[in-house]
T-cell receptor
Framework: AQSVTQLDSHVSVSEGTPVLLRCNYSSSYSPSLFWYVQHPNKGLQLLLKYTSAATLVKGINGFEAEFKKSETSFHLTKPSAHMSDAAEYFCVAALLGRLYFGRGTQLTVWP | GAGVSQTPSNKVTEKGKYVELRCDPISGHTALYWYRQSLGQGPEFLIYFQGTGAADDSGLPNDRFFAVRPEGSVSTLKIQRTERGDSAVYLC???????????????FGPGTRLTVL
């Protein structure tokens, strides 16, 4: 079975400060892992994906995530937040075509 | 060309009524997925198609829900005898292939917001 846990439902940061959105997964198999972002009234957009190649994955808009098997984690980071980063972020595991979404983390960026 | 499109964008119906939600995938994408996103939750898998056939419908909550994809392109999600608990955003996604490896990105539509009064 697959499950994904996002440890924070809300994260607030000031513009220009680092962002950390935490995700843990549990799986009977080596999963493919993704981060998706959902801006208000827009469709889900893929930020980055891990598929058992490099453990540090770089995505769009300066985001990156590191796969740590020993910690079963796939945290999303960005060195410097921008106002346009405010959105809902979903950590997602994939198995046999199905995507398993976490509950989401709402990121607020203060000026 | 265009991305995944879904119609209608909003649907308000009364309890007990029948509704159809439509999804137009990206041209050439053979795999199509339906998800349901309730308020404050992440999307939950409903069903996916590989071509015309439903490869996995284990996420459909009960037999009031049904989906078709007769020509391997457009898909319709059908809900009979709607209940207030069916209110949610219904998302459609498509990808080039279904799985193996599970790396093919799923492209999502904007969703249909269903409200059952």
């Amino acid at each position: 079975a697959q499950s994904v846990t996002q440890l924070d439902s809300h994260v607030s940061v000031s513009e220009g400060t680092p962002v950390l959105l935490r995700c843990n997964y549990s799986s009977s198999y080596s999963p493919s892992l993704f981060w998706y972002v959902q801006h208000p009234n827009k469709g889900l957009q893929l930020l980055l994906k891990y598929t058992s190649a490099a453990t540090l994955v770089k995505g769009i808009n300066g985001f990156e995530a590191e796969f740590k098997k020993s910690e079963t984690s796939f945290h999303l980071t960005k060195p410097s937040a921008h106002m346009s980063d405010a959105a809902e972020y979903f950590c997602v595991a994939a198995l046999l075509g199905r995507l398993y979404f976490g509950r989401g983390t709402q990121l607020t960026v203060w000026p | 060309g265009a991305g995944v499109s879904q119609t209608p964008s909003n649907k308000v119906t009364e309890k007990g009524k029948y509704v159809e939600l439509r999804c137009d995938p990206i041209s050439g994408h053979t795999a199509l997925y339906w998800y349901r996103q309730s308020l404050g939750q992440g999307p939950e898998f409903l069903i996916y198609f590989q071509g015309t056939g439903a490869a996995d419908d284990s996420g459909l909550p009960n037999d009031r829900f049904f989906a078709v994809r007769p020509e391997g392109s457009v898909s319709t999600l059908k809900i009979q005898r709607t209940e207030r608990g069916d209110s949610a955003v219904y998302l459609c996604a498509s990808s080039l292939k279904s799985y193996l490896p599970s790396t093919h990105e799923q492209f999502f539509g904007p969703g249909t917001r269903l409200t059952v009064l």
